[in-house]
């Protein structure tokens, strides 16, 4: 029997690549927590009945790619293919709404849609989204436009590219959408089959479609800009002013209509330059969503929000950054049985003071360890021979400069201080030194 393999569409994130992915989190973590975001971890499947009414059942995503399944209780439950819905479920469950103002949440996991697999697109992929619940003010709409920038060009992405466009309200949509129906259907035969379909569903995503004729037959279709109404035409030229006001470029992109059905007013994309992906340049989307809580049972509460693709931005990155890996401060080499033991031990305990160790397990000749530690990248590299064993000594060796020196243990842990900025000093050295 041959080996159990992936799923097609999955895949296995190996240690040599999670660096990136921390990478990523970390960066994440720590803008959002600066502007008041607060963590929010909802479950991984939910009732299918969420998506249907939430992202909407003409659309391309609950129609055709979510995985679904009858449980053993008789309940059908989807594996989420998006955050938000889901957010907003725990928001009106958890009555956070109670505590009155405004809901600044964010969240990070897995997420699953039946697609071709390519190139940044996964059939289960991640996602870092975020949504600021409670508020219509246009500065909503730009502070979480604001926050996504700088939680990519901080990774490295300078050469981003933010389309804009306004979807209106209800009326200003219904009113574009009787449009677009008139404009299409002249056209109707020479369309891409799934725009065919979509035409009668949901024609506004046709602007969307990559098909050949379909986008030349898109170029002279009318513009959503047209059909919105004076509130509307308020609050996207406020967005825009504000964005200036940032400093923030922009295009405004008439197609732009993304794939969910609950977006109202703003929509925006954030695609970057720095690599090739093709249709999968866009690393960020997200927009409004002023009837998804009501739509869910909730008052009606105005709301916005995106999402980072994990696996595009992770592609990029690697462009970028050549690597990531973790190294440790300090590589701890020994052999004989005392000396194995007493490793472990000095290893454990210098983990407890914050330095990262790594321990040498594999009992082969000091040759060979020595050679290991200079492929860690670690900084230095304590020698624990049976000679050090008996003595409670050990040798500590600066790998980079090469110097040694000799000390008992309970010395290296009086001094483990001045160690640890040792440690740090040739960190910052090697930082400053790599090109």
């Known amino acids: ?79 989420r293919p998006e955050g938000t819905a889901g957010v907003v479920r725990a928001y009106l469950q958890n009555n956070l709404y109670a505590a009155g103002g405004v809901q600044r949440l964010w969240y990070c996991g897995p997420m699953f849609r039946y697609e071709r697999p390519g190139a940044g697109r996964q059939r289960q992929f991640h996602q870092i989204g975020l949504e600021l619940i409670g508020v219509g003010d246009p500065r909503a709409d730009v502070e979480v436009i604001a926050l996504a920038t700088d939680i990519l060009k901080t990774l490295g992405l300078q050469s981003l590219k933010l389309d804009i466009n306004s979807l209106g309200d209800r009326n200003d949509r219904q009113n574009y959408r009787e449009a677009l129906v008139n404009y299409f259907l002249p056209y109707k035969e020479e369309l891409d089959p799934d725009s065919q379909d979509r035409l009668e569903r949901n024609p506004l995503r046709i602007l969307d479609s990559k098909a050949k004729r379909t986008k030349e037959i898109n170029q002279n279709a009318p513009s959503i800009l047209q059909y919105l109404g004076d509130e509307s035409k308020k609050h996207f030229d406020q967005v825009q002013q504000l964005l200036t006001d940032l400093g923030i470029e922009y295009n405004i992109n008439p197609c732009l209509v993304r794939g969910l059905d609950y977006y109202t007013h703003t929509a925006f994309e954030m695609i970057s330059d720095e690599d090739d992906l093709g249709s999968q340049a866009t690393v960020c989307g997200g927009g409004r969503y002023d009837r998804l809580v009501e739509e869910l049972g909730g008052s ?49 305990k210098l983990r407890a003071e914050g330095l990262t160790v790594e321990l040498d397990m594999s009992g082969s000749a000091f040759g060979k360890q020595f050679k290991r530690a200079d492929r860690s990248g670690a900084i230095a590299c304590i020698v624990l021979g049976e000679e050090e064993a008996e003595n409670k000594t050990l040798q500590l060796k600066w790998l980079q400069s090469k110097e040694q020196q000799g000390m008992t243990q309970t010395e290296l842990f009086n001094q483990v201080g001045e160690l640890k900025e040792q440690v740090d000093r040739h960190k910052r050295t090697m930082s400053n030194s790599t090109p």
Not at 14 to 38: D, H, K
Not at 301 to 326: D, F, N
């Open 1 to 79: 029997m041959g080996t159990i393999q992936t799923l097609p569409g999955t895949r296995d994130i190996l240690p040599e690549e999670i660096g990136y992915w921390q990478y990523v989190e970390q960066v994440a973590t720590q803008i959002l927590s600066r502007a008041m975001y607060y963590e929010i971890r909802p479950p991984i499947f939910e009732q299918t009945a969420l998506f249907e009414r939430g992202i909407g059942e003409a659309t391309d995503v609950v129609g055709k790619e979510m995985y679904t399944f009858t449980d053993r209780g008789d309940r059908s439950l989807t594996l």
């Open 300 to 348: 009606p509460t105005q709301a916005v929000g995106w999402a980072i693709g994990m696996e595009r931005l992770i592609i990029l990155l690697k462009k970028l950054q050549s690597s990531l890996q973790m190294s440790p401060d300090i590589y701890l080499v020994s052999r004989g049985e005392a000396a194995e033991a007493q490793g472990l031990v000095l290893a454990q």
